[in-house]
């Protein structure tokens, strides 16, 4: 991760490769935004005549690129968007430009960026904020299975210099360090969903998990297949039968004070769809049917960073569905944990089904609230697309949820639980179908199967992210190409919401 400092607004003793500033759109065309007198003083006055030969608008996601002169840098310009009313742009538009930038600068080491003085002076926290952590963001990438590593000329940079009027201000240091401890945080999730599924087994996703955490500080407990069968986890274990490489459960422990919170995440390492096989093109995007697993484990480590005064426990259940010789069927009936029958329908609803163990050993704690995300539909995808995830269950952490993801970024829609939907799960052999038959509404009927499963008084939000939580197109913003860390940033928005007014 990169290293972030910050400085004043000079570029006199600032040894930086390129230097990062803002544009907007206007009807009159691109038009640099407060910060970038920098750069226009040092080009002579000329910086936006520069932009607007090279054809600059100032869109978002724009970076265009005037080439360094004699004592000034790089000049990197990031489209903020439309000018807003009185000149100040949203949090979004900065975080998403400062992404942007950094991505487009492979290969410079050391880069300065003025998007926290878009907003004008003295610097808004928010734009401070936004700035810093879309840089840290951006500056990420994934060479692991690189056989010629990453070369200088293709790395992101490794430090992030942001100009700021008082770089002693009070407050800075925190910006900072939440800052690092969110991208680091999302880096983790991105790393775990970018991992080939050969290399994350539900056993090694736990030990990776377990490091982590006890890295962060945090308690961890690891039940391996013994452990799940002893304690009676039919769901996990009827999941992972098909593969040689059994299932585990991974339970993580935040010992803060405050109200207690549950966080579940579905730990799928590789989704075949097991006998109800699914279609090879496309297959290969379910090695990020762990996201929701993953955003969990990495929440965590972001909530010990940040010390938040509240007792958070993560149940992440974690299995790999192949067809393999002990593949659970269709008709199969489970008896899950806690002791309730159902009867699979479908083995590629397998999600909702770890789950429901994960849910009632999580409702186990006594929870205030409780909080689940996972790749769980492929409705998801179709009813919202690929950028905004469908946040269900309790109205009012529904709600919380969904502003959460509003501030920091991250879409968010609410999605109801219509009653008529229920009956499509009912079984004529056990208490509950895993699916219903039908098409319709298929992201709302999977939170209708995980509400049967949640204690009752326990309020709670079933976040589904099977679009958001892997990016197979371009990257744009901070979001790279791969995991994408989606919605590690909003559980963290939220539990800093219940934390603050419980």
Not at 178 to 205: H, Q, W
Not at 399 to 408: C, I, N, P, S, T
Request: proline share 7%; glycine share 14%; aromatic share 4%.
């Amino acid at each position: 991760m990169a290293e972030l400092t910050f400085a004043p607004p000079t570029l006199d003793g600032l040894a930086v490769d390129a230097l990062v500033v803002g544009t907007f759109t206007t009807p009159d065309g691109v038009r640099p935004a407060p910060g970038a007198e920098l750069a226009d003083t040092a080009l002579g006055g000329r910086l936006a005549d520069a932009l607007t030969a090279l054809g600059a608008t100032g869109a978002e996601d724009e970076v265009v690129k005037v080439a360094a002169v004699a004592g000034v840098p790089l000049v990197v310009a990031a489209g903020l968007g439309r000018a807003p009313d009185g000149g100040v742009p949203g949090p979004a538009a900065v975080r998403r430009a400062a992404g942007a930038a950094i991505r487009a600068l492979t290969g410079k080491e050391r880069v300065a960026s003025a998007l926290a003085l878009a907003g004008g002076q003295p610097a808004d926290p928010e734009t401070v904020a936004a700035a810093a952590e879309g840089a840290l963001l951006g500056a990420y990438s994934f060479t692991d299975y690189k056989t010629t590593g990453q070369g200088a000329g293709t790395a992101p940079p490794g430090a992030v210099t942001l100009l700021v009027p008082d770089p002693e201000a009070d407050g800075l240091s925190a910006v900072a360090h939440r800052a690092g401890a969110l991208a680091g945080a999302v880096a983790l999730a991105r790393d775990l969903v970018n991992t080939p599924p050969n290399d994350l087994s539900p056993a090694e996703f736990a030990r990776r998990a377990e490091e982590a955490a006890r890295a962060a500080g945090l308690e961890v407990e690891v039940l391996d297949e013994r452990a799940l069968a002893a304690a009676g986890y039919g769901g996990v274990l009827g999941v992972g039968g098909g593969s040689d490489r059994p299932p585990r459960l991974v339970r993580i422990r935040h010992a803060g004070s405050g109200p207690r919170v549950a966080l579940v995440g579905k730990g799928i390492t590789f989704d075949s769809g097991g006998i109800s096989i699914k279609p090879a093109a496309g297959m290969d995007q379910m090695k990020a049917d762990m996201a929701g697993a993953a955003a969990v484990v990495a929440t965590m480590t972001a909530v010990a960073a940040l010390d938040l005064p509240l007792e958070v426990v993560a149940t992440v259940p974690m299995a790999e569905n192949l067809p393999g010789g002990g593949a659970y069927r269709p008709a199969d009936v489970l008896t899950m944990y806690g002791g309730k029958r159902v009867e699979v329908l479908n083995t590629d609803a397998e999600g909702r089904i770890i789950l429901a163990d994960a849910i009632v050993r999580a409702c186990e704690d006594s929870p205030a609230y409780l909080i689940e995300t996972s790749t769980l539909t492929g409705a998801q995808r179709i009813a919202l697309g690929d950028r905004t995830a469908g946040v269900m269950g309790s109205e009012e952490l529904r709600a919380r949820v969904v502003a959460a993801g509003d501030r920091v970024g991250e879409g968010m829609w609410p999605m109801p639980m219509p009653e008529e939907l229920r009956s499509g799960l009912d079984s004529k052999v056990a208490d509950l179908a895993n699916v219903t038959g039908e098409r319709a509404g298929g992201m709302l009927v999977g939170g209708l199967f995980l509400r049967e499963f949640v204690a009752d008084g326990v309020a709670w939000a079933p976040v589904d992210v099977a679009g958001p939580a892997m990016n197979t197109g371009k990257p744009w913003g901070f979001t790279p190409k791969g995991g994408t860390g989606v919605p590690v940033r909003t559980l963290v928005a939220t539990l800093e919401d219940i934390a603050e007014k419980g």
